[in-house]
């Protein structure tokens, strides 16, 4: 019972993670490109508060839910006296996972105070710049959450 909650809640919250970096990248970030500088950059700053908040939530349960996963089957498989061998699939998963959240930790709390004290000096160029340097590195871990999703769901490499 325990495994399968923590399961729902692993995978939500990579539902929500990925789901949002799709929802700003493709549909957000495109509608505010026409607004002036200044509310194109306080919008996305407070837009992507919030959703940092919920991505530093997500993350974090994504991390301990996967490990108390693996954990869990590694304990089975030793105590019926198997030898425990992680799946490289699930390697894989592990290390993209951890790559992840150490990049949206550099977005949230390196660039997100960057364009924060940006949006409050009005230095727009410079809110310009550390929002281009966000895009960039959510465009990353969006590669990387769908490279861990492929991995997940087809097993590969196995």
Do not use: C
């Amino acid at each position: 019972m325990i495994y399968a909650i923590l399961k729902t809640l692993h995978l939500l919250s990579i539902i929500v993670w990925i789901g949002g970096m799709v929802f700003s990248h493709f549909f957000l970030r495109p509608a505010v490109a026409q607004l002036e500088a200044p509310a194109r950059l306080r919008l996305m700053h407070d837009v992507l508060g919030r959703f940092f908040q919920a991505v530093l939530v997500a993350s974090l349960l994504t991390l301990v839910s996967g490990v108390w996963m693996l954990g869990r089957v590694a304990k089975q498989v030793v105590q019926s006296g198997g030898q425990f061998e992680m799946p490289l699939a699930w390697s894989v998963m592990a290390a993209l996972g951890i790559a992840m959240v150490a990049i949206f930790m550099h977005i949230r709390f390196a660039l997100h105070k960057r364009l924060a004290r940006a949006v409050a000096a009005s230095d727009w160029a410079a809110g310009g710049v550390a929002l281009a340097q966000i895009r960039t590195w959510v465009s990353v871990n969006l590669g990387l959450g769908v490279i861990v999703v492929i991995v997940a769901l087809m097993r590969w490499p196995a």
